[in-house]
């Protein structure tokens, strides 16, 4: 059965810095891109970005251009999301969600289980 | 970006009952629609892609429909492990979107 196990919650600063890992089993890790997804807490989702599992390419929604970088380890099979200069609006929780074969295209049919980013003075 | 908004935000309902939850796109996006289901904790799960298809696993009571602008997604008979928040969204076109969320609620 396919799984995506994410990193557990953290909490950070203002200012500071999160990282957050994605590792998938039970199947072709790069075939399949990966994609990000926030809930900001009793809010609806936003989508932040994908990455190329095999390539390592990515693309990211405007509103984190230059504050986010999602990258691989296909040797471990696992994505991570960077996310910088963290506000008190980016807690939240942060889901990973398996993308198309072959395709940067949204169509989520795994999640992980997500991580809670609290971020607090 | 393509904006989705979803109709109504909540509604209350019996087990048994017929729900219809609509979503209606800024712009035509033929049938790239899809259709999650999100209980409290939890991370959403795929229902409908293609705005009318059915994912693996799904209930047959789930069912999709519409193209262009305006969908609907339908539950035949509201089960109890149904009352849930469905989203909408979008693979048209970069960056997908989600409608705002409709909590179905039980009466």
């Known amino acids: 059965q396919v799984q995506l196990m994410q990193s557990e919650a953290e909490v950070r600063k203002p200012g500071a810095s999160v990282k957050v890992s994605c590792k998938a089993s039970e199947y072709a890790f790069t075939d399949f891109y990966m994609h990000w997804v926030r809930q900001a807490p009793g809010q609806g989702l936003e989508w932040m970005g994908w990455i190329n599992t095999n390539t390592g390419g990515a693309s990211y929604a405007q509103k984190f251009q230059g504050r986010v970088t999602m990258t691989r380890d296909t040797s471990i099979s696992t994505a991570y999301l960077d996310l910088s200069s963290l506000r008190s609006d980016d807690t939240a929780v942060y889901f990973c969600?398996?993308?198309?074969?072959?395709?940067?295209?949204?169509?989520?049919?795994?999640w992980g289980q997500g991580t809670l980013v609290t971020v607090s003075s | 970006d393509i904006q989705m908004t979803q109709s109504p935000s909540s509604l209350s309902a019996s087990v048994g009952d017929r729900v219809t939850i609509t979503c209606r796109a800024s712009?035509?996006?033929?049938?790239?629609l899809i259709w999650y289901q999100q209980k409290p904790g939890k991370a959403p799960n795929l229902l409908i892609y293609g705005a009318s298809s059915l994912q693996s696993g799904v209930p047959s009571r789930f069912s999709g429909s519409g193209s262009g602008t305006d969908f609907t997604l339908t539950i035949s008979s509201l089960q109890p492990e149904d009352f849930a928040v469905y989203y909408c969204q979008h693979s048209y076109s970069s960056p997908p979107t989600f409608g705002q969320g409709t909590k179905v609620e039980i009466k």
């Open positions: 712009q035509s996006i033929s049938t790239y």
């Open positions: 969600a398996r993308g198309l074969r072959g395709s940067y295209h949204l169509r989520a049919d795994f």
